[in-house]
């Protein structure tokens, strides 16, 4: 029976480990934490200066348009920019923006290998998923919509009718909002498919570059009806043509009788590319 | 130039399913060229289509990806160590990088330029097209690998110099078009094709010597930095 004089022979020494039975932190306390990490590598808050350089010429140049618009408007001039204008004005310098902030939140993660390590905690893909979405589109949002409150500060102090420039300002956010989820869903769909941040980066500005002369040779080319139909296509130009169905001042696009049609594609778009990404994140790999 | 870095550059560059990515342009450029011969006249969609898909997008875009990728990529990984640690002339290894950059963007823009081109008018035009993307290249080539020596962020550089400065400043400012590798395209397009369906600005001359220049001068600074180069590791 020695294997029974084993068992009785050895002991489990307790040598002074715990258990932690303190509070623990909730999944939405992590889903948050990932949210406030990402928007804050957005501008590089916490990084080194070399990271901050890029992000803040953006919220610079954006913030001088701004800042030439509001001036103009207090000398009594007029101009071309308004609220509702400014992210068409800026929708460039986005999308730059997008195709270096996306890859920077999720190709990183996929090129170190840390998927696992996020999934074997309470955050769960879709709570990374929203998360990571969530602080693309707020730190394009904020981009957008600093500026605008900026012209605003400028414009209501100036004696300017108070209410009316509010109405404005929101329906300036509101053209923010939606150029920031149109085009961070779609930029953050890309990047979650590349790993090397270069590729993701160029990925995004191929997609969106090539979509303006396409819409543009169809519309040269095309009848009375793909002339209104076409600009869809284009992420650049779906929220004006969205912005000409619901305010009626979106400019040079015609959206004829498809403006419902605007507005269901600019629902539908991110949505699917939500889907999308939700379904890209049940496989942790590439 | 040196083989074994050429076929690894290669490798890198096609390896697992990336190669995949660079396939969609092209199909929307002779997709959209197709399109609008069946439907309108050469004069209607030449320019919007082949200078405007073509060369103002694919072409850079293609070399973006491409140019970045080859040098930047490894500098990124940390790998470059293991080839600047070799007896390799630094000038090879930048000549062996340019020379599969050019290859691979040729390939991948000069194909599709020239199906496009015989669609819209024939030969002539294919020809001239794919011979003048070939030159783009080169110097887009240079240009993206000398960026990814020089800076960390070669893509967001690349980016503001065609997005900025080749596609919002030429079009307004035409002093800035001399330095615009897309205007000596469309140039030397122009000439060699001998069409009026693309217009150049720049003469012929400027073209092809600024088109040499951007390419000698990117060659030497990718060099130059390599000789220098320090190794020690950020995570910015």
Known sequence: ?286 | MNATIAWITARGLFGRSRFLLLFPLPLILIGMAWLGSSLGHPEEFAFPVLGGIGIATLLPVTALIVGTAVLGSEIDDGTVVHILTKPIPRWKIVLSKLVVAFGVTTITVAVPMLIAGIVTDGWRLGLGLAAASAVGALAYSALFIALSVLTRRPVLVGLLYVMIWEGLLSNAVSGTRVLSIQQYVISLAHKWADTSLINGTVSITVAFIMSAVFTALGFCFATDRLRSFSVAGETS
Not at chain 1, 111 to 132: E, M
Request: aromatic share 10%; with cysteine.
């Open chain 1, 1 to 286: 029976m020695s294997a029974d004089g084993a068992v009785q022979n050895s002991v489990i020494h307790d040598i002074g480990y715990q258990r932690y039975d303190g509070p623990r932190l909730s999944r939405g306390y992590a889903a948050r934490s990932l949210f406030v990490h990402g928007l804050r590598a957005s501008f590089g808050l916490g990084r080194s200066a070399k990271a901050k350089i890029f992000p803040w010429i953006i919220i610079g140049i954006v913030s001088a348009i701004a800042l030439i618009v509001a001036v103009v408007r207090a000398q009594g001039g007029e101009t071309d920019i308004g609220y509702q204008d400014l992210p068409q004005v800026a929708s460039f310098l986005i999308l730059i923006f997008l195709a270096v902030v996306a890859p920077e939140l999720v190709s990183r993660d996929l090129r170190n290998h840390l998927l696992p390590l996020y999934f074997s905690r309470p955050v769960g893909r879709v709570d990374y998923v929203l998360a990571k979405l969530g602080a693309l589109v707020v730190a394009a949002w904020l981009i957008l919509a600093g500026p605008q409150l900026l012209i605003f500060v400028a414009s209501a102090f100036g004696g300017a009718d108070f209410l009316g420039e509010l109405k404005d300002l929101l329906g300036g956010f509101a053209m923010a909002a939606m150029y920031a989820v149109l085009f961070g869903t779609v930029s953050l769909l890309i990047a979650s498919l590349a790993s090397r941040r270069a590729f993701a980066a160029g990925a995004i500005a191929a997609v969106y570059l090539i979509s303006l002369p396409v819409v543009a040779v169809v519309m040269a080319l095309g009848s009375e009806t793909a002339r209104q139909i076409a600009p869809m296509a284009s992420p650049f130009m779906l929220p004006e043509g969205i912005r000409e169905w619901i305010w009626g001042n979106g400019g040079d696009i015609d959206v004829g009788s498809y403006g419902p049609a605007y507005g269901v594609v600019g629902l539908l778009l991110p949505a699917i590319c939500v889907l999308l990404l939700l379904l890209r994140y049940r496989r942790v790999s590439l």
